[in-house]
């Protein structure tokens, strides 16, 4: 029996070295297609735990009809409809293809994704483009407005952004997020910070590289005006510093949480990619005008990679404008949430401080033993989508990983190390 | 550290009783640890409290508590 300790002390020590020794750097974007070789025709990547047509939610349903049209393999979205009811389409998680997407997180063969390089490690990680806020893809919008943008950003703002980062050495995330954390930023549901820094990082470059002065204000204007252009970033960071922790045998250390909208699920460091699966559960949140509860879908995206390396609602205290925003309580409640994360997670992060928390670091690597131990759920910021396809975004809130996934897991490892 | 020797000298047991009579004389200063509810139904009726989450490990599933136990320092 001791030596299981050992062997867990050990893998969760090396979890934590991996994840803290990571060094995220956006150094491209380019077609997914080149980026994940094995994307083609009629393949769909989504977000959370592999779903089928039958299971999926309403707004994945109103996604996947959209990009179907998006990429030309339907006329219209009835048909596209049609064709996945008839299992014209492979739909495969992000997460099996070094990806990640937020909310419904679609990833097809010509969307531009943005790559972030973990230097310290040598792999890579994937994610589309923010498109913005109101009626957008992630949100299970599909109109002709929707799919215009997908084109704009597959033509113009995905080619003009690997330009100007192929003409630079890239973007270091690692400290643009910490000035970020320091500036009130979360980096899931407040990425006002992040996002401004990284145009200030990128704007000379975009400037010397783009050679059309229309094109370039577009650009411009669009990252601009988009407070959230920095999730999709930070997303594919995420990915980065997590994957190299993935398969450390008899780890205990979360290395995915993830939803589809209809599953919630969690993949273990010492049990490699098998997926751990519970119900999803409803966010508690606000609403924009004109919609209230009734209209949301359960929680969806593979965002909370954000949370799985200590930001997003782990690092609440360092947003207490979130903590409105979202409904989580009073900006006191804030520090509140941040403190309970520690006690579900194995170290703090160096370099990623909280000033408002005189300079302790965010809560990182998830620990199911401590989630299953206390109880206390991993807490999770969220966008929350209309439960009907073709709506977009109806609020923002706070939604809770189910314990069940913990505790299945917790047998799994258990079973893995030899002690049930 | 202090040697015995050192130590003040054991309450008498009068000195002892009197000390339950000022807790109720004076005003309450509670901790409660575990459900919440108690602490906000004193905290309703201005009752200083300082509440200690704590819940059952595991939820109080001993099967997992057991498996916890072997996987844990």
Redesign the interface.
């Given at each position: 029996?001791s030596d299981?300790?050992q062997v867990?002390?050990e893998a969760n020590a090396e979890a934590v070295r991996r994840m803290l020794a990571a060094e995220p750097v956006l150094i491209d974007v380019v077609a997914a297609a080149d980026a994940i070789p094995e994307l083609g025709e009629g393949m769909i990547l989504h977000a959370g735990p592999p779903i089928s047509w039958e299971r999926m939610c309403g707004p994945m349903r109103g996604a996947v009809a959209g990009i179907a049209v998006f990429e030309g393999w339907a006329n219209d979205l009835d048909a596209a409809a049609a064709l996945a009811a008839r299992g014209a389409f492979q739909f495969r998680p992000n997460h099996d293809f070094a990806a990640v997407g937020p909310m419904t997180g679609m990833t097809t063969a010509s969307q531009p994704v943005m790559v972030v390089e973990n230097q310290a490690s040598g792999n890579r990680a994937f994610c589309t483009i923010n498109e913005g806020l109101g009626k957008v893809m992630r949100f299970g919008g599909n109109d002709a407005s929707v799919l215009t943008r997908l084109a704009w950003l597959r033509d113009v703002l995905g080619p003009a952004l690997g330009m100007a980062l192929r003409s630079s050495e890239g973007i270091e995330l690692k400290s643009l997020v910490a000035r970020g954390l320091t500036m009130g930023d979360e980096m899931h549901q407040r990425n006002v910070a992040c996002s401004s820094l990284l145009l200030r990082s990128l704007v000379a470059a975009l400037a010397s590289t783009c050679g059309n002065r229309t094109i370039l204000t577009t650009i411009l204007s669009f990252i601009a005006s988009n407070d959230q252009f920095f999730l999709n970033i930070a997303m594919a960071m995420g990915k980065a510093i997590t994957d190299p922790v993935r398969d450390i045998k008899g780890a205990?250390v979360v290395t995915a949480m993830s939803r589809n909208g209809t599953d919630f699920g969690i993949r273990v460091s010492g049990l490699g990619d098998e997926w751990f699966t519970a119900p999803v559960e409803m966010p508690d949140g606000l609403y924009f005008p004109g919609f209230s509860a009734v209209d949301a879908n359960p929680d969806m995206g593979d965002s909370t990679i954000v949370e799985t390396i200590g930001l997003g609602g782990f690092a609440m205290a360092a947003a207490p404008a979130v903590a409105g925003f979202v409904g989580a309580g009073a900006p006191s409640d804030a520090a509140h949430i941040t403190h309970?994360m520690r006690e579900i997670t194995l170290a703090e992060n160096p370099e990623w401080t909280i000033p408002a928390l005189d300079y302790q670091g965010v809560p990182t690597a998830i620990d199911i033993?401590r989630v299953?131990?206390?109880?206390i759920a991993p807490m999770i910021n969220t966008g929350i989508a209309h439960r009907e396809p073709g709506v977009g975004q109806v609020g923002a809130g706070v939604v809770r990983a189910p314990?069940a996934c913990f505790?299945s897991a917790?047998?799994a490892?258990?079973k893995r190390?030899g002690?049930? | 550290m202090s040697k015995t020797s050192e130590l003040p000298p054991a309450q008498s047991p009068l000195e002892v009783k009197a000390t339950p009579v000022s807790l109720i004389q004076g005003s309450p200063r509670v901790v409660n640890v575990g459900l919440s509810g108690f602490a906000e139904a004193l905290a309703a009726q201005g009752v200083a409290v300082i509440q200690v989450?704590w819940?059952p490990?595991?939820?109080g599933?001993a099967d997992?508590a057991t498996?916890?136990s072997?996987?844990?320092?």
């Open positions: 029996m299981v300790r867990l002390r205990s309970t033993r299953v131990e206390t109880g314990l505790e917790l047998w490892l258990g190390l002690v049930t | 989450d819940s490990p595991a939820r599933d997992l498996l916890l072997k996987l844990s320092d």
